[in-house]
């Protein structure tokens, strides 16, 4: 990942209704959700999320998808994890015994027993 498109998705990230929407999206994944309840869910008009849904596509960090009148918008993982790996590629200067608690950290919250919940 370019230093530029990180920044542009963190640059999205860095406002908390922007958040807590792709928050939601990657709870939801792989099916997504609409709009209109991405709007209701966290209590936000539905014109105000259209430009908050459209600054995090910009970003890579949606898509959308039309379905008859609805647009379903799903989280892009495969951004989340260029994200996540461009911020923690250089961790620690390479020494794996200071970045393990960091991947012991993140392990459980990808197992199976998680994600089947």
Do not use: W
Request: proline share 4%.
């Amino acid at each position: 990942m370019e230093q530029e498109t990180a920044i542009l998705a963190l640059a999205a990230l860095a406002q908390s209704t922007r958040l807590e929407t792709f928050r939601l999206l990657v709870r939801h994944e792989p099916e997504g959700l609409p709009a209109g309840d991405i709007a209701r869910a966290l209590a936000v008009p539905h014109n105000t999320m259209s430009s908050h849904l459209n600054i995090l596509a910009r970003a890579g960090l949606v898509t959308s998808e039309r379905h008859s009148r609805l647009i379903v918008y799903r989280a892009e993982l495969a951004r989340l994890r260029e994200l996540t790996l461009f911020l923690v590629k250089d961790c620690c200067g390479g020494n794996a015994s200071l970045c393990a608690p960091l991947i012991e950290e993140l392990v459980p919250c990808c197992s199976k027993e998680k994600v089947s919940q």
